[in-house]
């Protein structure tokens, strides 16, 4: 095979999988929760407008933290339509997917397609310098 013939084919390969689900992500810092769900408050989240990526153990999926100027929010991070990465839109306090529109409200709720499932919602408590993330429900 000449270079030609393999760069071809590379790129064939990598645009097949690109349109077979690229998935984007959000560029928030992910951090690691204790057993109890509880870590210390990412300076990230100071300010309104500040998301994080919460580990949880045990756990399937990233949780994404963020803060609005109604308080903390948490929601499973990937996109029930394509699994992209969500990102919290704080100037719609909307949680938004890149890649094909989807918009969702903070409680995980589809807004607007092409998602027609919602995001798994998730509770945030921030106390004593601490944020504790838990599934919502009982």
């Not at 580990?55 to 609005?68: I, M």
Request: hydrophobic share 35%; charged share 20%; glycine share 14%.
């Amino acid at each position: 095979m000449n270079r030609r013939d393999f760069i071809v084919g590379a790129v064939g390969c990598a645009g097949a999988f690109c349109a077979s689900g690229c998935a984007a992500v959000n560029p928030a810092p992910t951090v690691d929760a204790a057993a109890d769900g509880s870590l210390a408050v990412p300076p990230e989240l100071s300010q309104p407008g500040g998301q994080v990526k919460v580990r949880l153990p045990g756990a399937d999926e990233l949780v994404l933290v963020w803060r609005s100027d109604k308080g903390l929010g948490a929601a499973s991070i990937e996109c029930t339509h394509l699994g992209s990465e969500v990102h919290f839109n704080a100037a719609e306090g909307t949680l938004d997917c890149p890649s094909h529109g989807s918009r969702y409200a903070p409680d995980g709720k589809v807004q607007r397609g092409p998602a027609k499932r919602p995001l798994k919602p998730y509770v945030a408590a921030e106390s004593g310098g601490r944020l504790t993330v838990k599934p919502a429900g009982p």
